[in-house]
């Protein structure tokens, strides 16, 4: 069994998400695609038309001039709008990297302004370096820290030095292609003074800042911001290669008053910027679930290092050596790349080994829970939402007396008593529902063997991280003995209640005989007393006087004697008796009070000599006879029998009355147990079985009796022959 199985399910909240970063790239919260879309269009209709216009010089020089610098303006300033909406509508860092943006679209804008007031309004010729330049340069590092202010710094340190690092690296391979393309000897031979070199070299570096910041931008973006920060990065990217291309033409006088067709790349990157914001809204939901980085990003530093080095065999191819600064770039870029590479294989190593700590702590919590799993002293079962058996420890297996192998794969219902299924498979529909997260019951279960045993269970549903059931987990445990207890003590309270009725019978039974018996007495007395009456009535009277007399006697004797038994107080004065003369007595005793019954006997000739209390046999002895005489109300014959069999001898007392009904032969030598049906004709208490039972166990004998409703009992009572058990 495999632990990772048993391993509690991990609540999606709980799981670690791959590095968030504070700041999403939200723009103005537009829904859907539509407002997008025909912006979007527009602003390329407008870009390629004003690509057109200057490329064609369309109605006449001046009118050029108006469009081209007016144009550029405008879409500088609709940038500046639509990034202070998106500040308006944020909060926070969002809101300043916007401020940002718009700021620097602003500031060019302006310089921008302050060019048309030369070309456009004054019609003359820009003097460089002016005002504007001042503008147009504010506007980079404005938007350079407008991609920070989105971008949050890597919150690893590792990251942090990689990225600075990346950075370097992508900044002095541009400059070494740039260098390489002659910017150096286009400002050495340029007729500018040093101060408009200065500020006109200033332009190619801040592109080269801005390209620089691009790269570790798109770098860090995830998937969902992307479409927002390829926009604004697209429209800076134009931006760098409309002001790189001013630089050289402007270094190299051949930047005309009619400005050039690359200016487009200033209108077409300030009205991408400018749609950034109308981005849908709904692609920011994606941010929850980002990813990690792709990997075009992590190469993307690469990109500028292969543009060098091509640059670099195009210089060799063409026979050209590189000055003295270009060899220094190339030298930085070697000691930064090796450092890069230091710096992430050191990143790599320790990655490594922390997870393989981490592995080997995984490793040790795993056989950790195996071993508990495996020595858990309940049974666990992993059951698949087709309720097939998954995986089981040996516990469980043991407790159902069978394999885990055999298991696997197995049907839960086949462990579960035909009755129990249906049962079971109601409990568990709350745990689908999931309105329970535990359900329990008590369940009948079938072993491998094919025997029952009662176990208790409890279950609970395993949950994906998506929210749905994969599996449930259920434990089990033996309560066979504790059912068994139960059912035992249900019976015995049951018994009790039964045993209590009885009694309350018992005493009103008794009361009812008790008061029968005086009131016989009291009247025969009384008549005797009061009446005129002969001798030989009177003799009459005190006959039935004298035999309500006895049967009072016989009762509180009983009575007696089932508390003393009941109080475990009845002892025995066992000695030396023929039994059948015991018997002989009581039958004449019998004979003498009913004329009715034809007793015969038929004793064992050898005189069976019996260790017993002669008292209480003979009590025995008469119980069994006037009972026979009392349950043959018709008469008839009464056989008593006794027969001397291995070491014991076995007495019958066999009549021809009601006899017994089945069902009532199993309670019949119980205490106050009468047979309803006999009960209202034949008067008694229950008793005298009940004493009879007692007095023959406690000789060591056994009593039984066969019987045949309307044919007649045959009682049956042995004893022992030798020493009595006390
Ligand atoms: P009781 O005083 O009621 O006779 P016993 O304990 O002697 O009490 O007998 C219990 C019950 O057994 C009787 O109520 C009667 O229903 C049944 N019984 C006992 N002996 C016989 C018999 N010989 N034939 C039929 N039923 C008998």
Redesign the pocket.
């Known amino acids: 069994m495999s632990s990772p199985a048993y391993a509690r399910p991990v609540q999606p909240s709980r799981v670690p998400a791959v590095e968030r970063r504070p700041v999403n790239v939200v723009g103005l919260g537009i829904e859907g695609w539509r407002p997008f879309a025909i912006a979007a269009t527009a602003a390329l209709v407008v870009s390629i038309l004003f690509a057109a216009w200057t490329a064609f010089h369309w109605v006449s020089d001046q009118a050029t001039i108006d469009i081209d610098d007016i144009g550029e303006a405008v879409a500088a300033f609709i940038a500046a709008a639509s990034c202070a909406l998106a500040a308006s509508r944020n909060s926070g860092r969002t809101r300043l990297a916007w401020a940002l943006f718009g700021a620097s679209a602003l500031s060019w804008g302006i310089g921008e302004v302050v060019w048309s007031v030369y070309q456009v309004g004054l019609g003359v010729a820009v003097p460089f370096p002016s005002a504007a330049d001042a503008g147009f340069l504010l506007a980079v590092p404005l938007a350079v820290l407008g991609v920070f202010a989105f971008t949050s710094a890597p919150t690893r340190l590792a990251t942090r030095s990689e990225t600075v690092l990346a950075g370097a690296i992508v900044a002095l391979s541009l400059l070494f292609v740039a260098w390489a393309f002659g910017l150096g000897k286009v400002y050495e031979s340029s007729p500018a003074t040093p101060a408009a070199q200065f500020i006109g070299l200033a332009y190619p570096i801040g592109d080269i800042i801005t390209a620089t910041v691009l790269v570790v931008a798109l770098r860090r973006a995830r998937r969902a911001e992307i479409g927002r920060m390829a926009l604004l990065l697209g429209g800076l990217a134009f931006n760098a290669l409309a002001d790189s291309a001013f630089a050289y033409l402007t270094a190299n006088g051949t930047y005309g008053a009619l400005g050039s067709v690359l200016d487009t790349g200033w209108v077409a990157g300030y009205l991408l910027i400018a749609l950034a914001p109308l981005w849908p809204a709904g692609t920011d939901r994606e941010l929850k679930g980002e990813g990690p980085l792709e990997l075009w990003q992590l190469a993307l530093p690469w990109v500028a290092v292969f543009a060098a080095a091509v640059t670099a065999v195009r210089l060799a191819v063409l026979d050209q050596s590189l000055d003295r600064f270009a060899t220094v770039l190339a030298g930085g870029i070697g000691i930064l790349m090796v450092a890069s590479h230091v710096l992430s294989h050191r990143d790599s190593l320790s990655l490594l080994q922390k997870s393989h700590r981490a592995e080997a702590q995984l490793g040790r919590r795993n056989r950790l829970l195996d071993e508990i799993i495996s020595h858990a002293p309940l049974g666990i079962v992993r059951v698949g939402t087709d309720m097939k058996i998954v995986d089981v420890n040996p516990r469980m297996a043991a407790l159902l007396r069978t394999e885990p192998d055999k298991m696997i794969g197995a049907p839960v219902a086949k462990y579960l008593h035909p009755e129990e299924f249906a049962r079971v498979f109601e409990i568990f529909q709350p745990l689908w529902k999931g309105t329970l997260e535990t359900v329990e019951s008590d369940s009948r279960a079938l072993r491998g063997d094919s025997t029952e045993v009662w176990l208790h269970w409890s279950a609970t549903g395993v949950r994906s991280a998506s929210g749905r059931i994969e599996y449930f987990l259920a434990m089990y445990e033996d309560t066979d003995a504790e059912h068994a207890a139960n059912e035992a003590a249900t019976a015995h309270l049951a018994g009790l209640e039964r045993l209590n009725k009885l009694k309350s019978e018992f005493v009103s039974l008794v009361s009812h005989e008790f008061r029968t018996a005086l009131v016989g007495i009291s009247g025969f007395s009384e008549m005797i007393r009061d009446g005129d009456v002969s001798l030989e009535e009177s003799k009459g009277y005190a006959a039935d006087i004298n035999k309500d007399a006895e049967r009072l006697n016989r009762m509180i004797t009983d009575m007696l004697d089932m508390d003393r038994i009941e109080a475990g107080r009845l002892t025995l004065h066992p000695q030396s008796v023929d039994l059948n003369s015991l018997l002989e007595d009581a039958v004449d005793r019998a004979r003498a009070s009913s004329s009715r019954h034809d007793i015969v006997c038929n004793f064992e000739r050898q005189q069976p000599i019996v260790q017993c209390d002669p008292d209480r046999i003979a009590q025995v002895i008469a119980?069994l006879l006037s009972?026979?005489v009392?349950?043959?109300p018709d008469g008839g014959e009464i056989a008593v029998t006794s027969v001397r069999r291995d070491n014991h001898v076995d007495v019958s007392i066999r009549?021809h009355?009601?006899?017994?009904a089945a069902d009532?032969i199993q309670r019949?030598f119980g205490r106050y147990?009468?047979?309803e049906k006999?009960?209202n004709k034949?008067v008694?208490?229950?008793?005298?079985?009940?004493i009879t039972r007692q007095i023959v166990e406690m000789h060591g004998g056994k009593v039984w009796v066969d019987?045949e409703p309307g044919a007649?009992?045959d009682?049956h009572f042995t004893l022992p022959v030798g020493s009595p058990k006390d």
């Open positions: 119980n009972n026979a009392k349950y043959s009549d009355g009601v006899g017994i009532f019949l147990e009468r047979y006999n009960s034949i008694g208490t229950g008793l005298g079985l009940a019987s007649g009992s009682f």
